[in-house]
């Protein structure tokens, strides 16, 4: 396609298709880079502010350069965007394209190495995003996960957690990290399979519980160590 040359005039037309492949473009080439590259900023802003930057920068910089051009540009990236975002939030598959499921990169105090390599970040990262959270020991650590935003979120076994007036005169319980049955009206089946159960036990808890609940009306749904549902519904 000739719009992908350099030319001395474009029409309308091909202003915005040359947007819509830049943007696609640059979506996949940042999600090929990885959750550290983008840090702290989303995926899909990540691509905005880069494509941005660089459309406005030539014309602004170079007299010969008209802004019709790069005015279509920024407004059909925005339209991209705009659009990329509604469908994020609609759409559970789009949705992972652009915030990935976050990592577990320790369990029970131990390191999964194989998930660090997923994650593009090496032991030394690992070690010194511990240290910035005061935790010096990973057998401390029941839980770690690397987030689509590019942080570690930790969570403490119960030995080593902070006393709080309620705990004070409780017996000392492993840390349970609650299991996510439900989401959005959606079972999700793997998690099931791993605390051994199956969709006809689910929905006679849930119905035990929950009276005249349906599975249209479930936002999230966990359960806990002692086998208890915990529904939050739409409002």
Do not use: C
Request: aromatic content about 10%; charged content about 20%; proline content about 4%.
């Amino acid at each position: 396609m000739h719009f992908f040359a350099s030319q001395e005039h474009l029409t309308v037309a091909e202003w915005v298709l040359r947007a819509i492949v830049g943007f696609t473009f640059f979506v996949v080439i940042a999600r090929i880079m990885g959750q550290r590259t983008i840090s702290q900023v989303g995926l899909l802003d990540f691509v905005i502010v880069l494509l941005i930057g660089n459309i406005i920068a030539h014309p602004l910089s170079d007299e010969e350069l008209g802004l019709t051009g790069s005015m279509i540009t920024m407004t059909v990236i925005l339209i991209v965007y705009l659009v990329g975002v509604l469908l994020s939030l609609r759409f559970k598959r789009v949705r992972k394209w652009f915030i990935p499921t976050p990592i577990p990169l320790i369990e029970d105090g131990k390191v999964l190495y194989k998930n660090l390599n997923k994650a593009r970040i090496s032991i030394d990262v690992l070690l010194s995003e511990l240290r910035m959270k005061n935790i010096e020991d990973i057998q401390k650590v029941a839980l770690a996960f690397w987030e689509p935003g590019g942080s570690i979120s930790t969570f403490l076994k119960s030995e080593h957690q902070p006393l709080t007036p309620s705990s004070i005169q409780t017996p000392l319980q492993p840390f349970y990290y609650p299991k996510t049955l439900i989401k959005e009206r959606k079972i999700i089946y793997e998690e099931l399979e791993q605390i051994g159960k199956n969709e006809d036990w689910l929905l006679k808890k849930i119905a035990m519980s929950y009276k005249n609940v349906t599975m249209n009306e479930i936002l999230l749904g966990t359960i806990d160590e002692n086998e208890k549902i915990t529904l939050f519904l739409y409002h």
